[in-house]
């Protein structure tokens, strides 16, 4: 089955600076990869997802960069502000099947914690 | 107000005892999901379903049964099987591969 990698656990950084999160996976067959962002105490919430199709999608200060040959994608966090503080997760899955929706491969999470 | 709706927020167990959890969705999705998520593991598949009266094993299913009697409803029952119970519990469901969460249960054992 597919195995998701996500590095790193914890990440730390000013405020106003970038953030990168990175995640590889392991099935070829995948072609969908959502990030999720978790609030404390809440639930996950998608806020960005590619698909295999594109190398790179941009929404406002979030952007997604995928290298199929690679097997990895990133998250890039730009001019990062204190409400970005959560636990960010990536996941791959091979989209959607005759059956209907494939299930999600999740990483680990990445702590990110943006410093005033 | 479309979404998932998770109820109880915290749930308490009794060693020996099933409870249940509840996962109401009103975005008219097909297939539904319940995840466990403990510290530093991520969010680890239980069981899912992509229609109505048919769900499959996740990757962790031992100790857990559902059941899919109604489109919008997907709940999970945490059999006394479940020797480490205390997690938390978050039900999903998704149109398209998109997964839209609700906000969870947490379950402690008393």
């Known amino acids: 089955g597919e195995n998701v990698e996500q590095h790193p656990s914890t990440l730390s950084v000013q405020e106003g600076d970038s953030a990168v999160i990175k995640c590889t996976y392991s099935?070829?067959?995948?072609?969908?990869f959502p990030w999720y962002k978790q609030e404390l105490g809440k639930g996950p919430q998608l806020i960005i997802d590619i698909r295999s199709n594109v190398g790179e999608k941009k929404d406002q200060r979030i952007a997604v960069t995928l290298n199929k040959t690679a097997k990895h994608f990133s998250l890039h966090i730009t001019e990062t502000q204190p409400e970005d503080s959560a636990v960010y997760f990536c996941?791959?899955?091979?989209?959607?099947?005759?059956?209907?929706?494939?299930?999600?491969?999740f990483g680990t999470g990445t702590r990110l914690t943006i410093i005033p | 107000d479309g979404g998932i709706t998770q109820s109880p927020k915290y749930l308490f167990r009794k060693e020996g005892q099933n409870v249940t959890l509840s996962c109401e969705q009103n975005l008219n999705h097909d297939a539904m999901y319940w995840y466990r998520q403990d510290p530093g593991q991520g969010l680890r598949l239980i069981y899912y379903?992509?229609?109505?009266?048919?769900?499959q094993k996740g990757d962790i299913a031992e100790g857990y049964s559902v059941s899919r009697e109604k489109k919008e409803s997907f709940p999970l029952t945490v059999t006394s099987a479940q020797k480490n119970p205390t997690a938390f519990y978050l039900c999903a469901s998704s149109v398209l591969n998109i997964q839209y969460f609700g906000a969870g249960t947490r379950l402690s054992v008393l």
């Open positions: 099935d070829s067959a995948s072609n969908y």
């Open positions: 996941a791959a899955s091979k989209g959607v099947s005759n059956f209907g929706n494939e299930k999600l491969t």
């Open positions: 379903s992509q229609i109505v009266n048919d769900f």
